[in-house]
């Protein structure tokens, strides 16, 4: 047997080659760190203006490896470098209390600060599932609830297609400070 | 005038010196010695002191080395009338034949050969009590390895590559291979191959310069075992020896999920693995070749690493070992 070994203590490419006459075989290993983090922000009644608090996730993957999204074969897969990054779910107008909306994901933590937060690595598959998760929230037509369907029941969802579980999403109203203190208490 | 008077006088001068008249005054003969060794010596004596003395002899054999059941030539030193007398030729380990007697017709020599391997001793013996011994080592083929190494295989070379396979006599001798009889050339042979191959078997590949107990197989085109066999000429003692040809069966990690590399290429694959803490164990992914037909043992040589950035190509030195990179 012949073998070679690859640090699986820093993310990069190795591709390795091996050849014997006019035979070869070569194998890319791919060290990746795909991450998923979620954060949430309890809100808060004073001063007005952060009433709702906010959750939202972070779905990343090590530059190297994310060629492995971006150069996919699968056009599907391709298409979830869009949703990398820092997003959350959000209504398509301004919310009222006890409304339903259609709801959108939209990127970045709109200048939330978060009052709990934490973070996982996680297997490139489930980061893949995740993302399309999100994809699939994002263009399904998916209503927005603050009672039932709100940011941190999706934050919390994200994290389960993520494989990580947090708390449970079927309370209703599932609140930013609900999973605030989950964060910081795990 | 002058001319002719000087020839006169040298004719008479010369006419006079044809005579050689005692009266004259001519020189006598030389005394005659009387004889040495009286009576004269036998046909294996000579005179060197006015005393006969048995000849010093020497033997040795033709060649510097035989194999075995091939003939083996012996010659001396002694004169053929010597020979005729009764010389003695004796051997040790008994050859085939054991004894003989001098005979004339190339000289004073003795022809015998050996049907075992070792060292022998040919003891040559004259009537009137000289004699001389020589030995000679009989080989026959041992072993077949590869050149320059003691390696009885089975060798394992790449696709189309070529190794040069040695004969190895037993016992071992270092006599020049052009002072062997030629009736000790080695038969090379390939005995078994895959189905479908045509490989090459060429002896003595460099020829004057190397020796013909060598011989180089090539052109191994197909995957799979070449047997190829070695025998002494006179005996048809033989040893055989397996080479294999492989091919690059799989190049897999111990951890990770394939993906699609998306080229639909068989011969590349990409695997993703996530990153872990150094104190993890193991914190490496083994990426391990594997040969098709796999290895009957653990005989792989070194392979020289060459690693350039993130991507490391390992070369082989030799073509006889599988090329990891």
């Not at chain 1, 998760?133 to 993520?162: F, H, M, P, R």
């Not at chain 2, 189905?195 to 197909?222: E, H, Q, V």
Request: proline share 9%; charged share 20%; with cysteine.
């Amino acid at each position: 047997m012949l073998f070679r070994t690859v640090d699986r203590t820093t993310t990069g490419v190795t591709t390795i080659t091996c050849t014997c006459g006019s035979s070869w075989k070569t194998t890319k290993i791919y060290v990746y760190e795909a991450k998923l983090e979620l954060h949430a922000d309890e809100g808060e009644w004073w001063p007005p203006g952060n009433f709702w608090g906010h959750s939202w996730w972070v779905l990343s993957i090590d530059g190297a490896s994310a060629i492995l999204i971006a150069l996919n074969p699968d056009p599907d897969i391709r298409g979830l470098m869009d949703y990398l990054g820092t997003a959350g779910w959000w209504p398509k107008e301004e919310p009222k209390l006890w409304g339903s909306y259609p709801g959108f994901v939209m990127m970045g933590d709109q200048n939330h600060i978060p009052t709990g937060s934490e973070d996982w690595r996680i297997l490139f598959n489930s980061l893949i599932s995740a993302l399309q998760y999100v994809k699939a929230l994002d263009t399904s037509g998916g209503i927005w609830s603050a009672w039932s369907n709100n940011c941190t029941d999706q934050a919390v969802l994200v994290g389960e297609a993520a494989g990580v579980e947090t708390i449970d999403a079927d309370d209703n109203p599932t609140l930013p400070s609900e999973l605030s203190d989950w964060l910081n208490a795990h | 005038m002058k001319t002719r008077v000087l020839s006169f006088g040298f004719l008479v001068l010369s006419w006079l010196s044809i005579l050689c008249l005692p009266a004259v005054g001519c020189p006598p003969d030389p005394p005659i010695p009387p004889p040495c060794c009286p009576g004269g010596c036998g046909d294996c004596e000579w005179c060197p002191d006015c005393s006969c003395q048995c000849l010093e002899v020497y033997a040795g054999p033709y060649s510097w080395a035989g194999c075995v059941d091939c003939e083996m030539l012996f010659s001396s030193d002694i004169p053929a009338p010597c020979c005729l007398e009764g010389v003695h030729w004796s051997t040790a380990p008994a050859g085939d034949p054991a004894e003989g007697y001098g005979r004339d017709d190339i000289g004073c020599t003795f022809i015998t050969r050996w049907h075992t391997p070792g060292v022998k001793t040919v003891t040559v013996t004259l009537p009137c009590g000289s004699s001389a011994s020589t030995n000679v080592t009989i080989f026959w083929v041992d072993k077949v390895v590869e050149t320059g190494t003691n390696d009885e295989g089975p060798l394992y070379v790449c696709p189309n590559s070529s190794v040069v396979l040695e004969a190895k006599p037993a016992p071992p001798t270092d006599a020049p291979w052009m002072w062997v009889p030629r009736d000790c050339d080695i038969a090379w042979s390939i005995e078994s191959k895959p189905d479908g191959s045509n490989p090459s078997l060429t002896p003595n590949p460099d020829y004057p310069y190397d020796r013909p107990d060598k011989a180089r197989l090539s052109n191994l085109d197909k995957r799979g075992d070449y047997v190829v066999k070695a025998a002494s000429s006179c005996d048809g003692h033989s040893d055989t020896i397996t080479v294999t040809a492989i091919e690059v069966a799989s190049l897999l990690p111990d951890a990770g999920t394939e993906i699609d590399d998306g080229d639909n290429d068989p011969n590349t694959k990409s695997f993703v693995v996530g990153i872990v803490d150094p104190n993890h164990e193991p914190n490496v992914v083994t990426v391990t070749a594997t040969p098709n037909p796999g290895f009957r043992k653990r005989t792989c040589r070194t392979a020289g690493l060459l690693q350039a950035a993130t991507v490391i190509v390992c070369f082989s030195a030799r073509l006889t070992e599988l090329r990891l990179g």
